[in-house]
């Protein structure tokens, strides 16, 4: 008897798994290793949510089953969506879920119908398809290309699937891509789902690490929004607690209660302590986060602009803690160039081809390293000679 079900060979290992082992073989060798593969900020969390974690830690009636979202939290989360996006929230329509990636990964369960159509990014990030597949979906892909700012075009999405849609995602700030979406892409959005009675499941991750002035949204700032669709916003990055694993769905009643009929069955609610972190985080200063961005954003000068002094035409992130580079002309894959970026530098990034047919020929670097790093990264590339 196979003990692995066959819905589990949609899914591989792949790449990833040859990454991490190279990685090791290269640090036996005594190499050095700048790993710029995955998103884990390296920035520590503000003392108050610290502070928050560790008195709760204390009390013994916090390590009970909370079973529920408690009002404190669901009224932090709305205050905070007041003050940070200028939206107004009802606490009805907000659930917890145990970060974006295990939110994403249950909603298709929770909404989708055999042969209800997904409509998803390719570049996508993997849980989106994995989400829809799990929640038994078709799945569609749209295209996102450079030529159009990595953007979706409504128009080109075929009218018969439109109609046989139950759900699309989108995701701007947007990883991989690390595009920004202008204020028409989200209006053309809510036209869209409503034309064709589709729901809208937005990833509203990077709000907060976005470049050159801007300043991130909401989804939900839009009018209409709440109508046809519903956001994740997380903790994660901003605060930088991603372990705490602290993510909202927000957004329309139906949604979120369809959500939290399907959690009731599979979980018991978010640690109390976590809530009072997250309590903590939502209601507190926000000029820490502020500051990160501007940190972010030289690692982003120092990486991009540095590889483009030594002829590796990256263009800036527009926002994400991610650049998306194209891969040098001589390479045919973004595997190859990612294994022998690793050999002859000892820098890891991940191959595009990860997050979709339409990632291939690009590689995402994570700004994980402080600008000095970074430097220090451009100029090992540069003296390893593999772009020329």
Avoid at 88 to 103: L, P
Avoid at 322 to 337: N, R, T
Avoid at 373 to 388: A, N, W, Y
Wanted: proline share 5%.
């Amino acid at each position: 008897m196979k003990a692995q079900a066959e819905r589990l060979s949609h899914f591989q290992m792949g790449i990833f798994a040859a990454l991490d082992e190279k990685k090791e073989e290269l640090l036996k060798s005594g190499k050095k290793v700048y790993n710029l593969s995955v998103g884990t900020p390296d920035f520590e969390p503000a003392p108050h949510i610290v502070k928050a974690m560790v008195e709760a830690s204390r009390d013994p009636k916090n390590y009970i089953y909370s079973l529920r979202d408690y009002p404190e939290l669901l009224e932090a989360v709305q205050r905070y969506y007041k003050r940070r996006f200028q939206v107004a929230i009802e606490t009805d329509e907000i659930t917890s879920v145990h970060g974006t990636q295990e939110g994403i990964g249950h909603i298709g369960m929770a909404l989708l119908n055999r042969g209800e159509y997904a409509i998803l990014p390719n570049p996508g990030y993997p849980i989106f398809e994995a989400g829809a597949y799990l929640g038994d979906g078709s799945l569609y892909f749209y295209s996102l290309k450079a030529e159009n700012g990595f953007l979706p075009d409504f128009n080109e999405i075929p009218e018969e699937i439109a109609r046989k849609a139950k759900l699309m995602v989108l995701s701007y700030p947007y990883n991989p891509v690390c595009s920004v979406a202008d204020d028409s892409v989200y209006e053309k959005a809510i036209e869209f789902a409503k034309k064709y009675d589709i729901l809208i499941i937005h990833d509203n991750a990077y709000s907060d690490i976005i470049y050159d002035g801007k300043r991130g949204k909401s989804f939900l700032s839009y009018e209409g929004a709440k109508e046809v669709g519903v956001e994740f916003f997380s903790l994660s990055k901003s605060f930088n607690v991603t372990g705490l694993r602290i993510s909202f769905l927000i957004g329309k009643k139906e949604v979120v209660d369809a959500m939290k009929l399907l959690r009731s069955q599979i979980d018991f609610g978010m640690p109390l302590m976590i809530q009072k972190a997250a309590i903590a985080a939502l209601d507190g200063p926000l000029d820490m986060v502020e500051k990160q961005c501007r940190e972010y954003e030289k690692r982003r000068d120092a990486l991009c602009g540095g590889f483009r002094q030594i002829g590796w035409n990256v263009p800036d992130s527009q926002g994400t803690m991610f650049v998306w580079a194209p891969i040098p002309d001589q390479f045919s894959s973004s595997e190859q160039f990612c294994m022998e970026l690793m050999e002859q530098t000892g820098v890891i990034c991940t191959p595009g081809n990860s997050f979709g047919s339409l990632g291939e020929g690009y590689v995402r670097f994570a700004l994980v390293l402080p600008p000095e790093k970074l430097k220090e990264v451009v100029q090992v590339v540069d003296e390893s000679g593999i772009l020329r």
